[in-house]
C-alpha cells in the first residue's frame, strides 16, 4: 500500500511536469516568443526560494504554535480531571507519610499574590528536595483502596495519546500507575516484611514527588488562565490544614 501510494505521487509529479511544459510550447507555438518564456520562467524560479521561506519557515512556524497552544489547553482541561478525580485526593494522602509535611506547607500556601518569579523559586525548592516518607506515619490501607479503585481511570489517561506531548505528566501517571499496581498485588498491607515497606515507601516517595511539581504547575496555570477555578483550588489546598471549598 505504501508503494502503490509512493508510485501514484511520482505519477502525479511527471503530470505536472508534462503540463507545464505542454503549455508553455502552446505559448511558443502562439506568440513565437522564447524569450519572453524564459523571462517569466526564470522568475518564477526566483519567487520559488521566497515562497518556500513564507510557506513552509513563516506559516508553517505560525500554525505549529497554534496548534501547540490549542494542544497544551486541552492537555491541561485532561490534567484538571486527573487532579480532581485522582490528584489532589492522592496528595492527601502522600501528605500523611511525610515527615516534614510542616516545612512544605509553608511554600505551598498559595494565593493570589503569587508572581511567575514566586512559582519559579518554589518549583526549584520542590526539585532539590528529598522527600523524607515514613510508611508508618499514612494511612496506607486507605490509599490502597483510593488507588486499586482509580486503575481504570488511569488507565484511560495513559491511553491518551496526546499525553505523550507532556513528559513529565506521563511520567506521573507511569509512577502512580506503579504504587497502584504494587499495592493491588497485596491482599493486605498489614504485617508486611520491613524489606517491603521500605520498597512501597520508595514508590510513594517517586511519586509524591512528581506529583507535587505538577499540582504546582498546574496551579499555575489556573491562576493564568482560569481565575474561577484557580479560587476553588486554592480553597482546597491539600497543604493548608482545615482547607474548605466554603468562601470565608
Request: glycine share 6%; charged share 25%; net charge negative.
Amino acid at each position: 500500500m505504501k508503494t502503490n501510494g509512493t508510485y501514484r505521487r511520482i505519477l502525479f509529479g511527471l503530470l505536472l511536469v508534462l503540463l507545464s511544459v505542454f503549455f508553455y510550447a502552446v505559448h511558443f507555438v502562439v506568440f513565437r516568443d522564447a524569450h519572453h518564456i524564459f523571462i517569466y520562467l526564470v522568475g518564477d524560479i526566483a519567487f520559488v526560494f521566497i515562497e518556500v521561506l513564507l510557506v513552509t519557515v513563516i506559516i508553517h512556524q505560525l500554525l505549529s504554535e497554534r496548534e501547540k497552544r490549542a494542544m497544551l489547553k486541552k492537555l491541561n482541561m485532561v490534567i484538571g480531571a486527573f487532579f480532581s478525580e485522582v490528584g489532589t485526593p492522592l496528595l492527601n494522602y502522600f501528605r500523611g507519610f511525610e515527615t516534614d509535611s510542616e516545612t512544605i506547607s509553608k511554600h505551598l500556601v498559595i494565593d493570589d499574590g503569587w508572581s511567575p518569579e514566586h512559582f519559579d523559586r518554589v518549583e526549584s525548592f520542590l526539585k532539590n528536595r528529598d522527600y523524607n516518607v515514613d510508611i508508618n506515619n499514612g494511612d496506607l490501607e486507605g490509599m490502597r483502596s483510593f488507588v486499586i479503585d482509580k486503575r481504570q481511570f488511569l488507565l484511560r489517561f495513559l491511553e491518551n495519546p496526546n499525553l505523550l506531548e507532556h513528559e513529565e505528566f506521563t511520567e506521573l501517571l507511569w509512577a502512580v500507575f506503579h504504587l497502584a499496581e504494587e499495592l493491588s498485588h497485596r491482599r493486605t498491607v498489614k504485617g508486611l516484611p520491613d524489606t517491603d515497606y521500605k520498597h512501597l515507601a520508595g514508590d510513594i516517595k517517586r511519586a509524591y514527588g512528581l506529583l507535587i511539581r505538577e499540582w504546582l504547575s498546574y496551579m499555575e496555570h489556573l491562576k493564568n488562565s482560569y481565575p474561577y477555578l484557580f479560587s476553588l483550588a486554592v480553597r482546597i489546598n491539600p497543604f493548608v490544614p482545615g482547607a474548605s471549598a466554603e468562601v470565608k
